[in-house]
Structure formats: C-alpha cells, structure tokens
C-alpha cells in the first residue's frame, strides 16, 4: 500500500517575483549595453552636445557682451558662460531621451529584446536615465571650460557642477522617457520641444536675468528645473548661498517626479 508522501511531486525553487525593487545587475546589464552601444556614434554625439552650447555662448557672450558690459556684478561672459552649462545639459539629457527611447521602443524593439532577460521596465528606466545623465553631467562642463578661455576665474565650487548637471539631466531625462513613452508619434515631439521645452530655456535665466521680469514670470521660474540649475552653478561658481538647499530640493524633487512617472508610463507601453 502506497503511502501519501509516494504522490508527493516535487516542486523546484520557484523564482520570486522582485515587486518595486532594482536588481543592482540588471541595472548594469542596461548600462553595460548603452555604452557598448554609445562607443559606436559617440563623436557624433559629443560634437552636436557640446558645439551648440558653446555657439551659443559665444554668440551671446560676445553679440551681448558687447553691449552690456555686466549683470548683477558679474562680467557678461562670466554671467552666459556659468548660464548655458543648464542648456548643455537640457540638450544632451531631454532630446536623446525623447528620440531614442521612442526608436528603440517602436523601430528597433530593443527593449523587447531586454524584457526576455531577467529585467524589468523599471530597471530599463532607470538604466537610461542614469547613462543619459552621466552624459549631460559630462558635457555641461564644456561651456564652463570655454568660458574660462574667456576669462572666467576657475574656483573650487566649480567641482561640484558635474554633480548639478547630472542631478539636472537626471530629471531631464526622465521627462523626455516619460514624453516618449506618452506619445504615440514622434512627430508629436515638436508641440512639447515649441511649448515647454524652448519657453522654460529662454526664462531660465541662462541670457539675462529674471528679476526684470513681470511678478508672475518670475514666480513661475520657481517651477522651472533649469532656472534652479543656472542658479546653483552661478552660486557654484561665484559663492553659495543659503537659497540654494531650496534649488536642490526642487531639481531633487523634479527629477523624482518625472523618474516615476516615466516608469509608469514605459511599463504600461511595455508590458500592459
């Protein structure tokens, strides 16, 4: 007579389900491709990131320069050059991040490709965001260093920016995700670049200074995560100041905003 422990069937170890966790390797599984990935086109990348910027503060610097000699005691290159590390950093964080994104999701079916391993959207997110943010943390520095050929006095703050614009393209990064993920066509892309990306630039304080601005412009700079990266490398630069816990409180909150909701987002184009 068989007993009941014959009919037991055994059960390998199941595989428990990570809910609302990164895996430490799956986040560098998604990093180790992206660069792999990047050592393919990074010239071309690096050049546009970084040239830009610098036409930009040179046509600024010295087509303003020219005209207004200084701005809030400070010399108008110095004051431009110390402004336009937010736009390096906006355009080498929210545009590779709303293009590419969207192509490897919809063209190239990349991200399929990464689902089938032990990953998932969340750690793609992050992974993209992190690689994307490391980048415009590098390529932020460039119109400091062009600046200084002009006539900016280096200071140990300056070792900081690095930090500040990879905290900024963090955040930036995650908006364009979050954009991508959002969108149902690239061409929609534009209305977001027209509307809120090029008006928060230009009121960033980047090429002049907003305190000459009407009551509400300037209340609604304080939503602007670019204003707050201009002020935090001028004060980098020049001198802290006690605002500036206010400044990082509101690029730390921007970026995790924008962080969750592109991880929501995504996993819903991925896997929903």
Known sequence: MSSAADTTTTVGPRRRRRVGRLDRSALAGVLVREIVNFSSFWRSTTFSSTV????????????????????????????????????????????????????????????????????????????????????????????LLVAMVFGLDPSWGMLLVPFIAFLTGFGWASFGIFIAALLKSIDNFNYVTSTVITPLMLVAGTFFPIDRLPDWARFLANFNPLYHCVELVRHASFGFEPVDVWHLSALLAFGLVMWRLAVRYMEKRLVD
């Open 52 to 143: 830009e910027p610098t036409i930009y503060l040179l046509a600024f610097g010295f087509g303003f320069g020219s005209l207004v000699a200084t701005v809030n005691g400070l010399d108008y290159v110095e004051f431009v050059g110390t402004g336009t590390v937010a736009t390096a950093v906006l355009f080498s964080s929210v545009f590779p991040a709303m293009f590419g994104t969207f192509v490897k999701r919809e063209f190239q079916r990349t991200y399929d490709a990464i689902l089938a391993a032990p990953v998932d959207s969340e750690e793609i997110v992050t992974g993209e965001a992190l690689w994307i943010a490391a980048r415009a943390g590098t390529y932020g520095c460039v119109p």
